[in-house]
């Protein structure tokens, strides 16, 4: 028999999309994919030849649970550098990649029962890690407009039972920016209701416009209720190698270590050094990626907005759009009736071969996720597919 925890998991709806995309493309069928959630560049070289120093030299046997100590010197340096807070290495724990760093956290200060609030709309896995956590998520959403933090929204949801709000900016899927003043807000409440924030920075390297404020550098009380979540995937193109970290109050640490220790123990040893190479050679790399994926975002935004019916709010960083494409459900095509964001990509992806998300598994139904994380040539293709498709639906 299944557990009860796992029945009452959703399945990510952007994976199994990759994988109905990886199937097609394997029948030669050729889907231009708006879906994933990683760059399209290769991860940098001088990262790549550090990992195979790490493998020649044999670095290839266990380590401390929590990381090497060369990686989590250059992580706490980062966050000093780039972020204005002191972390000593004590309160680092490098993980299998920022999403277990995320689930970490979320076992290691809930109880069952225990409420976290996420603002929506929000990435997948951030309401069924709370679910897996024998907590329940509490969705409140975002501004429409700017979908920046509902300070009051927030603080109504909040009840003795709030434990912590999970917040990502840049924010996937809505490529916004939260402005320093909101996450002064927010660390506000926290010290008012006595909760944590779990801050997800995954995309912190890739905005265009305004700055990245990591809130636990706004005071000394805001940064002991905050649980930093970071990693590579994103900056350094370091999707497939794993490698992502946290930085938090002691006792989480030492929690986060714990849980750690009993289930993946370290995060691969070789990767850790390469790790420290992104960490400490340059960002030559990341600022041409970041000025690629600005004129995308660009162009994207200005052919969305010349479809009759979407609309689409500027994202400023990460690398998604969320149009609303509300407009066309109703709609048919081929005697077929689109009734929700599931049904409109299954539409794109039958009619124009092209692969996009569903907004509903973001907790935004009247959208789509469309990833500007491909070359401009198939993004234009992509876009080009769309509108044709779109003028199909009457």
Not at 70 to 80: G, P, S, T, V, Y
Not at 128 to 146: F, S, W, Y
Not at 233 to 252: E, L, Q
Not at 264 to 282: P, Y
């Amino acid at each position: 028999m299944i557990s009860e925890r796992i029945k009452r998991m959703t399945p990510s709806a952007t994976i199994e999309l990759e994988g109905t995309v990886a199937e097609l493309e394997a029948q030669g069928v050729h889907v231009i994919g708006l879906n994933a959630g990683e760059p399209d560049f290769a991860t940098p070289d001088n990262i790549q030849a550090a990992c195979e120093r790490a493998i020649a030299a044999g670095k290839t046997k266990y380590i401390s649970v929590t990381g090497i100590a060369e990686l989590k010197k250059a992580i706490c340096d980062k966050l000093l550098r780039d972020n204005n807070v002191a972390y000593d290495p004590a309160r680092i724990v490098v993980s299998t990649g920022a999403k277990q760093a995320l689930g970490n956290a979320v076992m290691a200060i809930c109880n069952p029962g225990d409420e976290v609030i996420i603002p929506s709309p929000c990435w997948v896995s951030y309401v069924e890690m709370v679910k897996l956590a024998d907590g329940v998520p509490v969705i409140v959403p975002t501004d429409p407009e700017t979908f920046q933090l509902d300070i009051a929204a927030i603080e109504k949801a909040v009840t003795p039972k709030t434990r912590a709000v999970m917040i990502n900016t840049p924010n996937n899927p809505t490529g916004a920016v939260y402005t320093r003043e909101s996450l002064q807000r927010l660390g506000e409440l926290a010290i008012k209701h006595d909760f944590y924030i779990i801050s997800d920075e995954v995309y912190e390297k890739l905005i265009y416009e305004g700055e990245h404020v990591c809130v636990a550098s706004l005071s000394k009380e805001i940064y002991e209720r905050t649980i930093v979540v970071n990693g590579f995937s994103k900056a350094f193109a370091m999707t497939g190698w794993r490698i992502g970290y946290s930085a938090s109050p002691r006792d989480v640490a030492r929690a986060m270590a714990s849980l750690q220790g009993h289930t993946t123990s370290n995060s691969t040893t070789f990767v850790q050094w390469a790790a420290v190479e992104a960490l400490t050679g340059g960002e030559d790399t990341i600022v041409a990626m970041r000025k690629e994926f600005d004129e995308r975002r660009k162009y994207l935004l200005q052919r969305l907005r010349a479809m009759k019916g979407v609309t689409c709010p500027e994202a400023k960083g990460a690398f998604y759009l969320l149009p609303d494409v509300s407009f066309y459900y109703g709609k048919k095509a081929d005697g077929a009736v689109i009734k929700d964001s599931f049904d409109f990509c299954k539409y794109l992806l039958d009619d124009a071969r092209l692969a996009v998300v569903p907004g509903a598994a973001f907790e935004a139904p009247k959208t789509i996720r469309i990833a500007y994380s491909n070359s401009l040539a198939n993004i234009t293709e992509g876009m080009d597919r769309m509108e044709k498709a779109l003028a199909k639906l009457h």
